[in-house]
Structures are given as C-alpha cells and as structure tokens.
C-alpha cells in the first residue's frame, strides 16, 4: 500500500519538477520535508489562534491544516522511496502493525 502510494506521489512530483525545471537532487527531498513541516507548523499556529489568520474561516484554516499534512505526508513518502526505505517493515518494527487498505 505505502509503495503504491509513494509511487504516485512519485509521478506527480516528477512531472512538477520537470514542468518547472526543479532539480530533484540528494538533498532536494529532506530539504522538501522540512519546508512542509514548516508549512504545516504555520497551519497549525493559524488554527490553533497563535498566528494571524488574515481573515480565514476556521474552515478554511483546517482545510490548509488538511492541505499541508497531505503535503508532508507526500514528501515523506517521495524521501523513502528516493533512499529506498521499507517503511512497511519499519512501521512493523516500530508501530508493531502492518499498514494495509
């Protein structure tokens, strides 16, 4: 599941890239992951009442909430597949579950 998933951020990232000439360098992926994890943590002010919403509904602010965590997950995902990580069986070492549908 977490290797299909991957795959298709995987295409979607490849062809955001290629579209807007972003090199997908070694570092390009963790420096990525960071960015949103940022992104989120603004999110998370905005919602939480510790940053300006600038007029944004509470709707609005956990939609870009949703948005961002999606957006983390994503690259999350494009990090382990990039480095060739089984996080299948690391979420069986460590969760002690196996992710599945």
Not at 37 to 48: C, D, F, H, P, V
Not at 65 to 82: N, P, Q, S
Request: no cysteine; net charge neutral; aromatic share 8%.
């Amino acid at each position: 599941m977490l290797e299909r998933l991957g795959s298709q951020f995987e295409t979607a990232s490849a062809g955001y890239a290629a579209a807007h000439g972003i090199e997908r360098d070694p570092d390009w992926f963790i420096l990525k992951m960071q960015e949103e994890l940022g992104e989120l943590t603004q999110a998370w002010n905005k919602l939480s009442g510790r940053g300006r919403t600038h007029g944004r509904s509470a709707k609005d602010l956990r939609t870009s909430l949703a948005d961002e965590t999606a957006d983390l997950l994503g690259h999350v995902l494009l990090f382990a597949r990039h480095h060739d990580l089984d996080l299948s069986a690391a979420i069986a070492r460590k969760w002690r579950f196996r992710p599945s549908l």
